[in-house]
Nanobody, 121 residues
Framework: QVQLVESGGGLVQPGGSLRLSCAAS????????MGWYRQAPGKQRELVAA???????NYADSVKGRFTFSRDNAKNTVYLQMNSLRPEDTAVYYC???????????????WGQGTQVTVSS
C-alpha cells in the first residue's frame, strides 16, 4: 500500500522558517510528479509548489522567493523549505504525488495526511 508520510509542521513566529518533508513508502513502480498543497480554514486547497521527475518546479506566486521545493528521487522524498513565513501562510500543508503502483497500472493521485503550519506571534 502506498503512503505519503509528512513531517515538519508546527508553530513559528512571523519571519521564521520551517522545513517540511514528505516520503513515499510502500510498494510501487514509479513516481511521476510530487508537490505540496495547502488549505487554510474556509479556503480551497491550493498549489504551493510541485515538480515532475526531472522537470522544473512550479510555485504559487505568493511563495516565490520565500519557499524552496526540492526532491530526492533516490529517497522518494520531497522537501519544502519555508522562509520569511507570514501569518497568511497558516494552513494545513498536504503532500501530493502521482504514483504508478505497478508496471501495468495507471498513475494514481495520492495525498498525505496533512501537517499543520501556524505562523503567529
Amino acid at each position: 500500500q502506498v503512503q505519503l508520510v509528512e513531517s515538519g509542521g508546527g508553530l513559528v513566529q512571523p519571519g521564521g522558517s520551517l522545513r517540511l518533508s514528505c516520503a513515499a513508502s510502500g510498494s510501487f513502480f514509479s513516481i511521476f510528479g510530487m508537490g505540496w498543497y495547502r488549505q487554510a480554514p474556509g479556503k480551497q486547497r491550493e498549489l504551493v509548489a510541485a515538480a515532475t521527475s526531472g522537470g522544473s518546479t512550479n510555485y504559487a506566486d505568493s511563495v516565490k522567493g520565500r519557499f524552496t521545493f526540492s526532491r530526492d528521487n533516490a529517497k522518494n522524498t520531497v522537501y519544502l523549505q519555508m522562509n520569511s513565513l507570514r501569518p497568511e501562510d497558516t494552513a494545513v500543508y498536504y503532500c501530493n504525488a502521482q504514483i504508478r503502483p505497478n508496471l501495468y497500472g495507471p498513475y494514481g493521485n495520492y495525498w498525505g495526511q496533512g501537517t499543520q503550519v501556524t505562523v503567529s506571534s
